[in-house]
T-cell receptor, first 113, second 114 residues
């Protein structure tokens, strides 16, 4: 079965600190993977996506993610967090057999001054 | 020049009423979606249309009926609203039905049923 797991429901980091949000997936082949961000009261914005090729993917707002097949992971990273990064982050998997995006349960990021 | 827009942004109504949410995209995309986000922020697809044709219809009560008058619009009509329908409903679009390009989301409609 296809699934996406985000183990951390809530993470707090200090402004300027590095960030890593975890995402694990279950899929029989190489999936298409995505990270979305949802600011309070807003819709989802696509941060980055992985299809194939280079396993380190660059996205918008200084985010990057690394695809690790051996660990079935697609963790989101940022070297220095800004207060405006406080939001909910969703990892998603596109499963070709079902033709739909499957979302994780989200990680809420809080940024301390 | 909003890419995916929804109206209304907020909708408060009583149980038993019928309501509609409208969605429009100006991205020229072929595929549009409706998602429901519950109080725990869990996102689940409800419907997907490609060029006005229904291609995904998840296990959703018959009270929910999507309508796509053209490929730029996808509306959601809900009959006999129930308390459990309270959620945020997101419209989204993508260039093609495969979803592999990622989806572009609207700002959401927060529906509250009292």
């Amino acid at each position: 079965a296809q699934s996406v797991t985000q183990p951390d429901i809530h993470i707090t980091v200090s402004e300027g600190a590095s960030l890593e949000l975890r995402c694990n997936y279950s899929y029989g082949a190489t999936p298409y993977l995505f990270w979305y961000v949802q600011s309070p009261g807003q819709g989802l914005q696509l941060l980055l996506k992985y299809f194939s090729g280079d396993t380190l993917v660059q996205g918008i707002k200084g985010f990057e993610a690394e695809f690790k097949r051996s660990q079935s992971s697609f963790n989101l990273k940022k070297p220095s967090v800004h207060w405006s990064d406080a939001a909910e982050y969703f990892c998603a998997l596109y499963g070709g057999a079902t033709n739909k995006l499957i979302f994780g349960t989200g990680t809420l990021l809080a940024v301390q001054p | 020049d909003t890419a995916v827009s929804q109206t209304p942004k907020y909708l408060v109504t009583q149980m038993g009423n019928d309501k509609s949410i409208k969605c429009e995209q100006n991205l020229g995309h072929d595929t549009m979606y409706w998602y429901k986000q519950d109080s725990k922020k869990f996102l689940k697809i409800m419907f997907s249309y490609n060029n006005k044709e229904l291609i995904i219809n998840e296990t959703v009560p018959n009270r929910f009926s999507p309508k796509s008058p053209d490929k730029a619009h996808l509306n959601l009509h809900i009959n006999s609203l129930e308390l459990g329908d309270s959620a945020v409903y997101f419209c989204a679009s993508s260039p093609n039905p495969l979803g592999a390009s990622g989806e572009y989301f609207g700002p959401g409609t927060r529906l509250t049923v009292t």
